[in-house]
Every structure is written in C-alpha cells, then in structure tokens.
C-alpha cells in the first residue's frame, strides 16, 4: 500500500466519523490472510463499516470533503475552531496526494479570515514569523478576531519538530511586521 492509499484511507475513515461517529469503524475487506485490500482506496468500490452499512468510496467523493469542510468553515465560532478544522483537513490526508491541496478553498470559508491581509509568499519569507528561517510554513492566512486582534494561521513545520500542523502566531511582536508590510496601521 502506497502513501496515496494510506492518505485515502484516513480521509475515508475521517469522513466516516463525521457522518456517522467515533465508535463505526471503518475496515475494509481481508484478502490474502492478513493482507489488506487498498484498492478501494485507489480506485474506488465499496466497504462495510463495524455496523453492517455498506457505502461506496473512493477518489471520485472528495469534492462530498470539500463541501463538507467548507460547512464546517462558515461554522467556526473561534480562532480555535478554525485551527482544529484546518487540523483535521490537513491529518485527513490530502497534503499526501501528488496535487498541492488549496486549503484557502476551505479557510477562506471561515469568519475572520481576511484576504486583504493574507499574501503567503510574504508569510513565508518574513524572517520573525519564520522564526529565522527556522520554520517551513507551507500555507497560511490572516485572520482577524475581533477589532484589532489580529493573528496569522500556519501550516508549519519547525525544524525541531517531526511534521507539519496548523497553529496560529498571537504574538504581536512576531506578526507586527508582517501586518506593517500589508498595510496594517500599528494601533497597539
């Protein structure tokens, strides 16, 4: 089993949680002893979950995804709901296909969000939000919480740390200048 059959298989079993909750599980069909057979995952067909429903799944229903995170997007109530959203797009798999992923299909669903601020190529090349370079950040957007509370949300991966994960940078002092390169007027 490939990487894309993995990450299709946790985008399956995530989507099966949020339908239909934690405690179905998601196990396709034995073949081969203890061999499993992936190739729903690649080329679509059906599993049965824990309960007995048979569904049909595969590459073809990402678009169904994709809807269903953007509900989720406009749902957001908080900077943290955001994060723990882009989290679990980002964990369902979709940064494992061969396509780049546009997380700003989903993010840019989400109340707070602000285009007019958010320019990644800045993101990524400004030296305190990087931390010196020392943080690969792979997308990100600005976001506004409240009047004048402002933060950027990363995908990012330290060098210190093992993988990617969204996080949000509060620290005026690391986004000021980001913010100042985009226009924002320094009130604080």
């Given at each position: 089993m490939d990487i894309n059959d993995k990450a299709l298989v946790r985008l399956?079993?995530?989507?099966?949680?949020?339908?239909?909750?934690?405690?179905?599980?998601?196990?396709?069909?034995?073949?081969?002893?203890?061999?499993?057979?992936?190739?729903?995952?690649?080329?679509?067909?059906?599993?049965?979950l824990s309960n007995g429903d048979t569904y049909d799944v595969g590459p073809d229903f990402l678009d169904?995804?994709?809807?269903?995170?953007?509900?989720?997007?406009?749902?957001?109530?908080?900077l943290q709901d955001a994060v723990v959203l882009m989290e679990a797009v980002s964990k369902s798999g979709v940064m494992a296909s061969s396509d780049k992923f546009d997380y700003s299909e989903i993010y840019s669903h989400i109340p707070?969000?602000?285009?007019?601020?958010?320019?990644?190529?800045?993101?990524?090349?400004?030296?305190?939000?990087?931390?010196?370079?020392?943080?690969?950040?792979?997308?990100?957007?600005?976001?506004?919480?409240?009047?004048?509370e402002y933060t950027l949300v990363v995908l990012s991966r330290g060098s210190w740390e093992d993988s990617y994960a969204w996080n949000w940078i509060y620290d005026w002092g690391q986004v000021a200048n980001y913010f100042s390169k985009m226009g924002l007027v320094d009130e604080f």
């Open positions: 399956v079993s995530q989507g099966v949680e949020f339908a239909l909750g934690r405690d179905v599980a998601c196990n396709p069909a034995e073949q081969d002893g203890n061999e499993w057979q992936y190739d729903w995952a690649r080329h679509g067909g059906q599993i049965t169904g995804f994709k809807e269903y995170w953007i509900n989720e997007a406009k749902n957001a109530h908080s707070g969000f602000r285009e007019d601020l958010t320019d990644l190529k800045t993101i990524q090349s400004d030296s305190l939000v990087n931390d010196g370079g020392m943080t690969d950040i792979i997308d990100g957007f600005a976001f506004c919480e409240s009047e004048n």
